[in-house]
Structure formats: structure tokens, C-alpha cells
């Protein structure tokens, strides 16, 4: 997988910068993976999508990726590192399987499109409900979502079926010892770094427009190693 090239970069970052982080997430999606439509990117499964802005992400910024996140009971904020390789050796690619059978009901992996179709509803169990017999092939009432073990056996089976369409990670807290998963939200992560370096370039044209008049593709074709220089000697002037 290319990494986008900083004219690029810059393209995803203008086009999803208004866009629901589910639209982002596709985006990023459609341009690691070329070789499938994007008519048929919202209705793949999860893994699939998150399987490629792994690769996108470790392509355009390496496999290591520095990450923070909360305490939920103490607020004491959490640094560590996660390596993209063994984020997917470790996830796996599923058992084989594209359906689910559970008490005589069939389901199949999760898509972006279910997620989208949830996104608005405020109550997390009604969501989940939703969101589960969403992924059912085979039709009929709602009436299993109300029983919780064959919701929970579902949630199973889904996250065996398609690993990767939920990164979870174990984390312990060192100032009180909490433990708990949280998830790894590779859309929107990839997304930051994306919005980060956009920021970064723009603010280099800038300053070399300003200096020396030049356009911002003139300025994009050089390297950044040849940038660099020329921001060095605007900074000394």
C-alpha cells in the first residue's frame, strides 16, 4: 500500500473535514483500497475497512503509533504505544466464516453503513438492538433483541466472524489500577494525524508564498528536505 502523496494528503484532508467521522473513515478506506468500487465500500464488513486504514496509516506515518487515552475512573491520562503489525497478527482475519448462525437465526459481518444507521440514536442499548438485527440475512420481527444472552452470544459470534470490525485494548491505570477495554477507533486516529500534517503543509506554504511568491504545487514539488532549507532562511531574514 502507496502512502498519498502530500498534494493528496491534502485533497482527502479538504474533502473530509466536514464529513461525519463514518464518511472520513470511508474516504481514507476508498483511497487504500483503489481496487474496489466506492459504491461498494459502505457495505463492507468493518474488519475489511479497518484492515486498510491500518495499512494507510502505518504506510503514510510508519507501524508505531503513539496513543493516550483517559483513566474512566480516575482521569489520570494513559500514554503508551501500539504497533500496527501486531495490532492485526493479534486481531487475526476471522474464522473463515461470512455468516453467523445463532438459535436459527443468520447474521452476517457488520458495515459502516450499520453503524451510520444508528449514529443519531442517543440510548447505547437500543443502539446495540438496532445494530445487531441490522446484521440479520434472514428478516423477520425484532422480538430476539430482547432476550440479553442471545444478544450477548450474537456479539460473540460477530466478533469472531470479523475481528478486526472492533480493536479492542486492554489497559490497566498505574495511578489507581483500574482495568478495563476500550476500543481502538482507527478511523478516527488516522484521521488526526491526516489533519495534523495537513495543517503542517499548509502552514509551510504559507509562509514560503508569503516569501517568495511561489504557488502551492511549486511549492509542494520540493522536497522536504529542500523546504526545510528555504523556511530556515526565511526565519534568519
Same mark, same amino acid.
Given at each position: 500500500m502507496?502512502?498519498?502523496?502530500?498534494?493528496e494528503?491534502?485533497?482527502?484532508?479538504?474533502?473530509? @473535514?466536514? %464529513?461525519? &467521522?463514518?464518511? =472520513?473513515? $470511508?474516504?481514507?478506506?476508498?483511497?487504500?483500497?483503489?481496487?474496489?468500487?466506492? #459504491? !461498494?465500500?459502505?457495505?463492507l464488513?468493518l474488519?475489511?475497512?479497518?484492515t486498510?486504514?491500518?495499512?494507510?496509516?502505518e504506510?503514510?506515518?510508519?507501524?508505531?503509533?503513539?496513543?493516550?487515552?483517559?483513566?474512566e475512573?480516575?482521569g489520570?491520562?494513559l500514554?503508551?504505544?501500539?504497533?500496527?503489525?501486531?495490532?492485526?497478527?493479534c486481531?487475526g482475519q476471522?474464522?473463515?466464516?461470512?455468516?453467523?448462525e445463532?438459535?436459527?437465526? @443468520?447474521? %452476517?459481518? &457488520?458495515?459502516? =453503513?450499520? $453503524?451510520?444507521?444508528?449514529?443519531?440514536?442517543?440510548?447505547?442499548?437500543?443502539? #446495540? !438492538?438496532?445494530?445487531?438485527?441490522?446484521?440479520?440475512?434472514?428478516?423477520?420481527?425484532?422480538?430476539?433483541?430482547?432476550?440479553?444472552?442471545?444478544?450477548?452470544?450474537?456479539?460473540?459470534g460477530?466478533?469472531?466472524?470479523d475481528?478486526?470490525?472492533?480493536?479492542a485494548?486492554?489497559?490497566?491505570?498505574?495511578?489507581?489500577?483500574?482495568?478495563?477495554v476500550?476500543?481502538?477507533d482507527?478511523?478516527?486516529?488516522?484521521?488526526?494525524?491526516?489533519?495534523? %500534517?495537513?495543517?503542517?503543509?499548509?502552514t509551510e506554504?504559507?509562509?514560503?508564498?508569503?516569501?517568495?511568491?511561489?504557488?502551492?504545487p511549486?511549492?509542494?514539488?520540493?522536497?522536504?528536505?529542500?523546504?526545510?532549507?528555504y523556511l530556515?532562511?526565511?526565519?534568519?531574514?
Amino acid at each position: 500500500m502507496r502512502a498519498p502523496s502530500e498534494a493528496e494528503l491534502l485533497a482527502l484532508w479538504e474533502r473530509g @473535514r466536514t %464529513r461525519h &467521522p463514518i464518511d =472520513r473513515a $470511508l474516504l481514507l478506506g476508498g483511497f487504500a483500497r483503489p481496487d474496489l468500487p466506492s #459504491s !461498494r465500500l459502505p457495505d463492507l464488513p468493518l474488519g475489511v475497512i479497518n484492515t486498510a486504514l491500518l495499512g494507510l496509516r502505518e504506510a503514510s506515518f510508519g507501524p508505531r503509533i503513539e496513543a493516550y487515552l483517559d483513566c474512566e475512573r480516575c482521569g489520570e491520562r494513559l500514554e503508551f504505544a501500539l504497533d500496527s503489525r501486531q495490532l492485526l497478527a493479534c486481531t487475526g482475519q476471522g474464522d473463515g466464516r461470512s455468516e453467523l448462525e445463532v438459535a436459527g437465526f @443468520r447474521f %452476517r459481518p &457488520p458495515s459502516s =453503513r450499520d $453503524l451510520a444507521a444508528v449514529a443519531g440514536e442517543h440510548d447505547v442499548e437500543t443502539a #446495540s !438492538r438496532k445494530f445487531l438485527d441490522r446484521c440479520r440475512v434472514d428478516g423477520g420481527n425484532t422480538a430476539w433483541t430482547e432476550d440479553a444472552d442471545l444478544r450477548a452470544e450474537v456479539e460473540a459470534g460477530l466478533e469472531a466472524l470479523d475481528p478486526m470490525a472492533d480493536i479492542a485494548l486492554e489497559l490497566a491505570c498505574e495511578a489507581c489500577g483500574h482495568r478495563w477495554v476500550a476500543g481502538l477507533d482507527i478511523g478516527a486516529l488516522l484521521w488526526e494525524e491526516i489533519e495534523a %500534517r495537513a495543517r503542517a503543509l499548509l502552514t509551510e506554504v504559507h509562509r514560503l508564498a508569503r516569501a517568495y511568491g511561489w504557488t502551492e504545487p511549486e511549492i509542494l514539488a520540493l522536497s522536504p528536505e529542500r523546504r526545510a532549507i528555504y523556511l530556515e532562511m526565511v526565519d534568519a531574514s
